[in-house]
Structures are given as structure tokens and as C-alpha cells.
């Protein structure tokens, strides 16, 4: 087990490149296997997540070659086995959408119930009813769900919840479909855009993207084709968070400013000081930070990804500020290890209270889940003192290389072994 060493009090100053995105990446991968020809994919991001679906891919039998950290070449030609590994799939949630392409492809998968971050009840009954009202009989047994279609047929649909996953999931078995299937209440994230052109491209019959509602008509082929995955907008939100929280002043670059309107304005009340370019966003810390109240909702409002990190910029703002959790039940894990630093912080169902102003200090905390962890790691750079973040292997998930991005911006961070870490207390003073 590995932790972040950090000395707080940073002042985050310079220029960071946005990462390939990580929601993008991790539904573009198994799409891949609809082919039987050759894809290159390019900004792809190096960490775990995508990582694991690497190699749940080359556990079904695809051919990959690295052409650089970020850049892929994936031939899924002689591609047999529609059973990714459990092992695999355990840890990650994003792996149930090879239901969805491995359906498409075979007209059968076999999926173990997957993994991931503990978010609170993230249920795949909307898949289900999606796949069940395409053709496919369905059965649950052992941990396992097994998908099976004589022939996918094109059908309306409507989602009960707006859910990313289940949008996604559909998109992919329905390309496949005999006739047109149409998509209702779907979800309208910029990762699912980035599927759909990537599916068009492979050629696809897809429109309505980044809507509410899809259509969608089946075809039997798909060719070989070149993808570049679109930037991270959480990775770029949570560094234009970091700038404000720690009173620095950051550009965020290589990136889709559209994709942030909801974080830039949200910043902009909080008393940032924001200037758009065309694929760049400047950030310089607010004097002094104002108190707000945030929201979470689908795309285009402001992602539950972002929510921790917006916690953690509020425990600085002088008075109350309020945060509603409108997307998932179990998304304040952060709560308990910010009030170890000495936040004032209340819990009321989906509602957090936040008495902001008082200045945190270091601690030994632990991440709980990949957006909670990244948050922690703000709030060790705002402390006074030095913080121990644990469990650093959930931020790992999400992040490319995210300790050293805060280090070129004038952080003191060090990726130390637990066992290790009493030996190295003292290295960054």
C-alpha cells in the first residue's frame, strides 16, 4: 500500500495539460471488439482504470500494440471469448459495458456483476430492461450475468433514471440491432458524444447525441478507424478547484471549455477570477472566497464527480454554504476525513452544511473513493502542517500522473510506502 506524503500551505501556481478522459476511455475500449479491424486510439490516459480494461481486452483475445503512453493500436480479429475475467472486472464498475459491445458482437456475453468505487446503490436494472426490451434473455446467477440474443431487434426505449451507464450500454448493443431503436430520457454527458462519434466513424448509424433521446439504426459491419479521446473535464474541474482552494493561480489546458461552463461559473460565484480562451481556462484564486451553495445534477450541470472537490474549496469561504447531492446516495465519504482537519462540516441525508473559514490542518486521512481522495489531496495542500493521505490507489484510478502535475504547479508531494512513511516523516521539511 502506497500514500501521499504532503506539506500544506501550497500556493499553486503555472500551467497543467489536461489529460485523455477517463469516462471516454473506458467506453470507447469496449467498443472496440465490434470490429474486426484495426483501431488507433490516441490520448488515451495512463492509469489504472483504463489499465484494467486493457487488459480484460487482451483476456478476450484482442491484439494490442503501444505506439507511446497514451496511443493504442487494439485488433480485436481473432477475438472468441465473451467471459471477461472476474478478477478483472471486480474492480472496476465500467466493465459492465462489455454487455453491451460483446452482446453486439456475439449475441452473448457473460459479465461477473462488476466493482468499483462505493457510491452508495448504483443498480444495472435500467441495462437490463434495455437489453431485455432489444431481445436478449437474461439470467443472474452466481455473480454472473449472462446475456443471450438469437438476433437484437431495434425498439423503443425509455430510461426510468437518467443514467450514463445504461445509455452507454444500449448505444452499444443497439448499433447492432435490426431496425431503429430509440433512446429516450438518455443521459447527455460529453463522454457519451465522444462513444458516439467513435461509433459513427467505425460506421455506426447513430444521432442525437448529447440529447435526450437517441436513435439509433443497426448495422451488421464495422471498419477500422482512427479515435482521439476528448479531454478530461473532471481532471481539468479538479485543478481549476485546486487553484481557487489553495489560492493559487493555474491555466488549465488542452482542453473543451464548453465542458466546464458549470464548474466556471460555479467558480465565478465563489469570487475566482476565470478567463475562457478557446481551449484553455485561467483561474486565479479569489480575495476573498464567497460562500455558495452547490448542486449536483446530470450534464450540463454540475457533475457529482466535481462535488468533493467543491467541498473541500467551500471550507475556506467565510460563512454557510450548502452542497445537495442530487445524483448519488453515498458521496460524502470525504466528510469524516476533512472533519479530521478540522472542517465544520454537518451531514443531513443528501445535504451537507458547510461552516466555512476556519483553516484546516494536517492529518492522517483516507481515501474512500477516487473523487474523495482526489479532494483530500487539495485539502493537505490548503492545511497548515503535513497530511498522510492512505489508500492512494483509488485517486491512481482516475488521475494520469496527478501528484507530479501539482508538483510542476509548486506542490510538496511524496508517494511513500505505508511501511515507510514513519521513516520519511520528515524528508519534506
Do not use: W
Not at 77 to 93: F, G, Q, T
Not at 237 to 243: H, R, V, Y
Not at 380 to 393: F, N, P, V, W, Y
Amino acid at each position: 500500500m502506497e500514500s501521499f506524503k504532503v506539506k500544506g500551505n501550497a500556493n499553486l501556481k503555472g500551467n497543467v495539460i489536461i489529460s485523455g478522459s477517463k469516462n471516454a476511455a473506458v467506453a470507447v475500449l469496449p467498443a472496440v471488439v465490434l470490429t474486426k479491424e484495426t483501431v488507433r486510439l490516441d490520448n488515451i490516459p495512463d492509469i489504472t482504470d483504463v489499465r484494467t480494461m486493457i487488459k480484460i481486452l487482451e483476456n478476450l483475445g484482442v491484439s494490442i500494440r503501444r505506439r507511446g503512453r497514451n496511443a493504442l493500436d487494439l485488433t480485436p480479429n481473432h477475438l472468441a471469448a465473451i467471459d471477461p475475467s472476474y478478477d478483472l472486472v471486480k474492480k472496476m464498475r465500467a466493465s459492465y459495458y462489455f454487455m453491451g459491445s460483446l452482446l453486439a458482437r456475439f449475441g452473448q456475453a457473460r459479465v461477473p456483476i462488476p466493482g468499483g468505487c462505493d457510491l452508495g446503490p448504483r443498480p444495472i436494472d435500467q441495462h437490463l430492461k434495455g437489453f431485455s426490451a432489444l431481445g436478449a434473455d437474461i439470467n443472474i446467477e452466481h455473480g454472473m450475468i449472462n446475456l443471450s440474443a438469437k438476433r437484437l431487434v431495434g425498439t423503443n426505449i425509455y430510461l426510468d433514471v437518467v443514467s450514463i451507464g445504461a445509455t452507454i450500454n444500449l448505444m452499444l448493443a443497439a448499433s447492432s440491432a435490426e431496425g431503429r431503436t430509440v433512446l429516450e430520457n438518455v443521459a447527455k454527458e460529453p463522454e457519451i458524444v465522444d462513444l458516439a462519434n467513435f461509433l459513427n466513424a467505425m460506421g455506426a448509424k447513430i444521432r442525437g447525441a448529447g440529447t435526450d433521446v437517441i436513435r439509433i439504426d443497426g448495422v451488421k459491419e464495422y471498419r477500422g478507424v482512427a479515435h482521439t479521446v476528448i479531454p478530461d473535464r473532471i481532471e481539468a474541474g479538479t485543478f481549476m478547484l485546486a487553484a481557487a482552494a489553495t489560492g493559487g493561480s493555474v491555466a488549465v489546458e488542452e482542453i473543451i471549455p464548453k465542458h466546464l461552463e458549470a464548474i466556471t461559473a460555479k467558480l465565478r460565484e465563489a469570487g475566482a477570477h476565470v478567463v475562457v480562451e478557446p481551449e484553455k481556462i485561467n483561474i486565479a484564486a479569489p480575495d476573498p472566497l464567497l460562500p455558495s451553495d452547490l448542486k449536483t445534477f446530470p450534464y450540463p450541470g454540475f457533475p457529482t464527480d466535481l462535488q468533493p472537490q467543491g467541498m473541500v474549496l467551500l471550507t475556506a469561504a467565510k460563512g454557510l454554504s450548502v452542497i445537495t447531492e442530487n445524483v448519488f446516495d453515498g458521496r460524502f465519504n470525504q466528510v469524516d476525513e476533512l472533519k479530521r482537519m478540522g472542517a465544520k462540516i454537518k451531514v443531513e441525508g443528501r445535504t451537507a452544511l458547510i461552516e466555512g473559514g476556519t483553516r484546516l490542518s494536517g492529518a492522517p486521512v483516507t481515501a474512500h473513493d477516487l473523487r474523495s481522495g482526489a479532494a483530500l489531496l487539495i485539502a493537505a495542500l490548503m492545511a497548515d502542517g503535513e497530511s498522510q493521505i492512505s489508500a492512494i490507489k483509488h485517486i491512481d484510478r482516475g488521475y494520469e500522473n496527478f501528484e507530479q502535475k501539482l508538483i510542476n504547479l509548486g506542490a510538496s508531494i511524496q508517494r511513500v510506502s505505508d511501511d515507510n512513511y514513519e521513516q520519511l516523516s520528515s524528508s519534506l521539511d
